[in-house]
């Protein structure tokens, strides 16, 4: 499947009925301002926005025999799908975050969301739980060694 690159983090404001404003640089991605999305949890502590598509290829990994899966395919399981709200964007580029999905990700009383392009989808982190995986993640030196991004032969 190939699709929008989303890339890059910003800050933006929860309005007072929870809504959260999509960034016009991925809204230009986007295309659409009714485009169907799936916000669901993810196992970091931040929500994920991903198309109904990518969310439809994601949710067939689960399928299988329940009592076959190990513990920890049940706990995704759990908290991807168990989670998971299927959502359109408004003419304005807002999507409304439930309240279960603000407390899963940390949100507190706070309204800010730190919005971040992970490739093929969009995450949604608090500013407590972003600081707090940016900061492992520079702490991390196996990041180091496994991030190959290209050649330099030419």
Not at 17 to 25: C, T
Not at 120 to 146: C, G, M, P, R, Y
Request: glycine share 8%.
């Amino acid at each position: 499947m190939s699709g929008p690159l989303f890339c890059g983090a910003s800050v933006h404001s929860l309005d007072e009925k929870s809504r959260l404003i999509v960034p016009k640089r991925f809204m230009d991605l986007i295309g659409e301002s009714n485009a169907e999305f799936v916000l669901t949890a993810s196992p970091d502590g931040c929500l994920w926005l991903v198309d109904r598509q990518r969310f439809a290829a994601l949710s067939a990994r689960f399928e299988g025999d329940l009592l076959d899966q190990t513990s920890r395919r049940r706990r995704l399981r759990r908290v991807i799908l168990g989670h998971a709200e299927v959502c359109t964007l408004d003419k304005s580029g807002r999507v409304l975050i439930p309240e279960v999905l603000r407390i899963y990700m940390n949100l507190g009383s706070s309204r800010e969301v730190v919005v971040v392009g992970a490739g093929e989808f969009i995450e949604l982190w608090s500013q407590n739980n972003w600081s707090a995986d940016v900061t492992k993640a520079q702490h991390d030196s196996s990041l180091d060694n496994n991030i190959t991004v290209g050649t330099a032969a030419g």
